[in-house]
């Protein structure tokens, strides 16, 4: 995951409210077994109306959403996030996100920003001809005319975000200490060593064999 520390650009003016994961990735996708190419599905519904925000050649590669309330509601599916990370959305910014959804978009380096509805009303009104900045270091969303909305964010997933460190790259980054703690268990515990010449022991609940 690569380390997001400002997401700055056009932004979807969209601010639709309850839009839900099968909205944001129809469910006849979800039969890929990679995350490459989930981008043409992404809102396939809404694309299908002539004069759509997602076709129209002003917001084409937008990396800011702004959505309405309860946003990412409906079914847990992570192909939602990976969808919207295809198109090239690196941040969301909506009254409130559904939880698991905003876990799903924490863990593919999306940005879920929850502003009251009066500054969502602002930003849908600057972004149709204006860009956007979300700054995870100053933890703000601002606009050219000096607009600037502050927003929380969960102190560790912010620091996650600012290093680019996903579930793997923080498991990785404690390969010394995984190590050191896998080689006393060999040498304390080598009945439970896997790997280790003990091909054929059994562990039961009632004793090792």
């Known amino acids: 995951m690569e380390p997001v520390r400002q997401v700055e650009g056009r932004a979807y003016p969209w601010g639709a409210k309850n839009i839900d994961t099968d909205i944001i990735i129809p469910a006849h996708w979800l039969k890929t077994t990679t995350r490459e190419g989930l981008g043409k599905g992404a809102f396939e519904t809404v694309r299908a109306q002539p004069g759509n925000i997602f076709d129209d050649p002003r917001y084409a590669g937008?990396?800011?959403?702004?959505?309405?309330?309860?946003?990412?509601?409906?079914?847990?599916?992570?192909?939602?996030?990976?969808?919207?990370?295809?198109?090239?959305?690196?941040a969301v910014i909506a009254p409130s996100f559904s939880d698991i959804f905003s876990g799903n978009a924490f863990k593919n380096g999306i940005v879920a920003v929850v502003l009251p509805q009066d500054a969502i009303d602002r930003l849908v009104e600057v972004a149709r001809d204006n860009e956007i900045t979300v700054d995870l270091e100053t933890m703000t969303v601002t606009t050219p005319f000096q607009d600037r909305f502050a927003f929380e964010l969960d102190a560790f997933r912010r620091q996650c975000l600012l290093e680019g460190l996903d579930e793997i790259g923080m498991t990785l980054a404690k390969d010394t200490e995984i190590s050191k703690y896998e080689s006393g268990v060999a040498m304390s515990r080598p009945w439970i060593a896997v790997g280790a010449g003990n091909e054929g022991t059994l562990v039961t609940g009632a004793g090792r064999t």
């Open 62 to 90: 937008a990396p800011v959403l702004i959505a309405g309330d309860n946003f990412g509601c409906g079914s847990s599916r992570e192909h939602a996030a990976w969808a919207l990370a295809d198109m090239g959305v690196k």
